[in-house]
């Protein structure tokens, strides 16, 4: 308590106005009091000058996020997966039968774009989801994925940057889409290989925004849980179609939201996820509209870059070598 | 200037109150009414100090930037300890917004200045390696932060004081450096550069959304007409049309038996600012599909000789290639955006665009296709 006080004198003395209380709600239970003192209480324990930071290991590959997921039980949990073995099954079938034909793509034609996604019914949806602030109670921006009246996938919703006051969310307003993480059958992780592939080519209907691609690129221990390469997809805004080639080598490694000091190119053979999002920040608050035919891959002769960032190093001891 | 002064000599005593500290303060009044008011207020405030955390920033009437500037030249004129200078820097930053000073570098320069120079450079390699003075740090990186969140990019004049308050292994030095290297990299990125700050003016921003959307067609003119050309027309507003000779082409090929429609309001986002626009819009062409794609050039089960190459027995014909204008649910001929955004400032829009070289307009019936407007605060619901 002491370094507090010491160290801040506005938060030292919303302490002692709440010690002061302290004697008499200890031994009130929140419930006796018709929940009116609930308010008080949480905030008497929030007040930490630093927040609680798990150096060494994460736990959850959610990053806590999951902690409010209800648990089931073991029988449950066997009867549905029970229940999801048929499709599964489905699943390894076509894999099987995919490595008996043995029939790769041998030539992969320049100019051509291989379609990874389109959305054109409810079904190509499926292996989406949409994500928001307002999930874990941490904003008011909502947004959905959903097939247009002109028969293409839409990502619309509202961005409100509007903070909480929890005194835990500091700042707000995202909505964010990203596709399920590449899988095969019963379960198992696996990554997408686009190594053939120099481009990626999105055909989309936008509104004039910015918004943030993020490739996914899941590491096998925690520190590269979170690794993402981002860029930017400017959007022109209007009636008409505009086709969006984006090259790899101009995607940028983050992590949680960081940039990073040491820089890597993407590699297109550990693709876990696939996603766009947007933000509210700087007052672009308000309705956003993107609408997206199809997402493809191309091979581009032309285009010979690597890597579009320096790659020297940095001097000691300033950044994580 | 007087009423400058009044004020912040009132702040004065406050933030002298609240610190229970008496130090001389720049600006004095002695003006017997003054004195009364800011007895009544100090005693409120005293009353209010348990309990909730208020800054003299609040306090201020006139909010711009000469006030904000002289609260800062008010804290460094107080002390020459310039104690709490962290805590005022962070109430510093929480209210730029509604003085209107988030994005001038300036002001987080003079912010940043609030700090005393070489008294936190690290002198050794543990208090480098281990956050010296991390209060005073985290501060100025929470400050460059708040710049990248309002899109302000740092300058070189930032960098000397960075490296006079904190050396060249300090954090926000760091920070500075990464802000340095990436910001630059995004700033012109977009194949649709925009003012920054764009203007306030609703017309200039139509101008500029109309320009945007028409980059799909180099050829299309952007027009600027009043409504009052229109004899008719009951609103006074400006009308800001994008058409290019390719539509004005499709237009009159369009059968004067179906309807056009305009479609809207959609919106369209120039930065931070938004604005409606409209489509006029038609049915879609049909075009005959041609045979050759029906044919499976895999298939190898009925050979024949001319199956492939030059030999081939088809007929070749020149197919007509297909504008950028008519898309598959429809073919847009124009786009527009009105002072008023109303049924009849589109109405005089189609007036004016049947007298500017579209006389087909004149049989063509036009209907509205309207989406319900709502309003972007209902669907916000408080949580």
């Known amino acids: 308590m002491n370094s507090i006080k010491g160290s801040c004198s506005l938060i030292a003395s919303l302490n002692k106005a709440l010690l002061r209380r302290y004697d008499h709600i200890t031994y009130l239970r929140p419930t006796l009091l018709n929940g009116n003192v609930s308010v008080v209480l949480p905030a008497a324990q929030l007040i930490h000058t630093t927040p609680n930071l798990q150096l060494f290991w994460e736990r959850h590959r959610k990053g806590g996020y999951n902690r409010n997921v209800k648990r089931v039980s073991q029988k449950e949990l066997i009867l549905n997966g029970l229940k999801e073995l048929k499709k599964e099954i489905l699943l390894w079938k076509e894999e099987v039968k995919e490595k008996l034909e043995c029939d790769p793509i041998l030539v992969y034609r320049p100019g051509e774009t291989d379609v990874m996604w389109q959305f054109t019914e409810e079904n190509d949806l499926e292996n989406w989801k949409v994500t928001s602030d307002r999930d874990h109670n941490e904003g008011q921006s909502f947004c959905s994925f959903d097939i247009s009246p002109a028969g293409h996938g839409l990502f619309s919703g509202n961005v409100q940057s509007k903070v909480p006051i929890d005194g835990r969310v500091k700042r707000a307003g995202y909505c964010n889409l990203q596709s399920l993480r590449a899988r095969k059958s019963f379960k198992r992780d696996t990554y997408w290989d686009w190594t053939p592939y120099n481009m990626l080519v999105i055909k989309l209907r936008g509104d004039g925004r910015s918004y943030l691609l993020n490739i996914a690129s899941e590491g096998l221990y925690d520190v590269w849980w979170n690794d993402m390469f981002h860029y930017v997809l400017y959007t022109r805004g209007g009636p008409h179609w505009q086709i969006a080639k984006i090259p790899f080598s101009k995607f940028f490694l983050s992590s949680k939201g960081r940039v990073q000091d040491k820089q890597a190119p993407l590699p297109l053979n550990r693709i876990s996820s696939f996603g766009v999002s947007v933000a509210g920040r700087g007052g672009h608050d308000g309705p956003f509209n993107l609408e997206i035919d199809y997402i493809g891959l191309e091979f581009d002769p032309v285009h010979t870059e690597e890597f579009a960032y320096e790659m020297y190093k940095q001097p000691k001891y300033t950044v994580a070598q | ?383």
């Not at chain 2, 955006?337 to 005089?348: Q, R």
């Not at chain 2, 500017?356 to 669907?379: D, M």
């Open chain 2, 1 to 383: 200037m007087h009423f400058l002064r009044n004020q912040l000599s009132k702040l004065g005593r406050q933030s002298l109150i609240l610190s229970e500290r008496y130090y001389p303060i720049r600006y004095d009044s002695n003006t017997s009414t003054d004195e009364k008011k800011t007895d009544d207020k100090n005693k409120n405030f005293v009353f209010e100090k348990q309990l909730t955390l208020q800054s003299s920033f609040e306090n201020i009437t006139e909010k711009n930037r000469d006030t904000y500037l002289a609260m800062v030249d008010v804290f460094l004129d107080r002390d020459v300890h310039r104690r709490n200078h962290v805590e005022f820097i962070y109430a510093a930053l929480k209210h730029m917004e509604t003085f209107g000073v988030h994005r001038d570098v300036e002001v987080y320069k003079a912010l940043m200045n609030v700090m005393p120079k070489e008294k936190f450079i690290p002198r050794n390699m543990f208090q480098a390696e281990f956050m010296h003075y991390p209060k005073q740090q985290q501060c100025i990186i929470d400050l460059l932060e708040q710049m990248e969140d309002n899109g302000v990019m740092p300058d070189f004049e930032m960098q000397a004081i960075l490296l006079n308050t904190f050396g060249r292994r300090g954090h926000p030095t760091i920070k500075y450096m990464r802000m340095m290297y990436w910001m630059p990299k995004f700033k012109n990125q977009s194949p649709w550069l925009l003012p920054n700050p764009v203007p306030n003016d609703a017309l200039e921003l139509a101008k500029m959304a109309v320009k945007r959307m028409c980059t799909v067609d180099l050829h299309s003119n952007v027009d600027v007409y009043h409504t009052n050309e229109v004899e008719s027309a009951i609103d006074d507003t400006w009308i800001v049309s994008g058409m290019s000779p390719e539509q004005m082409q499709l237009l009159a090929q369009h059968s004067p038996e179906k309807s056009l429609r305009i479609e809207g309001p959609h919106l369209i986002w120039l930065r931070n600012q938004s604005l409606n626009y409209f489509v006029l819009k038609g049915d879609g062409k049909e075009y005959p599909m041609s045979t050759d794609d029906d044919e499976d050039m895999d298939d190898v089960s009925n050979l024949t000789f001319n199956k492939y190459g030059w030999a081939t027995s088809k007929q070749k014909q020149v197919d007509v290639k297909r504008s950028v204008h008519e898309q598959r649910d429809g073919v847009i001929y124009a786009v527009c955006a009105t002072g008023t955004s109303t049924k009849d400032s589109l109405l005089s829009w189609i007036r004016l665009l049947e007298k500017n070289g579209n006389p087909c307009l004149g049989q063509i019936p036009v209907l509205f296709k309207f989406r319900s407007n709502v309003a972007e605060n209902l669907l916000v619901t408080s949580s």
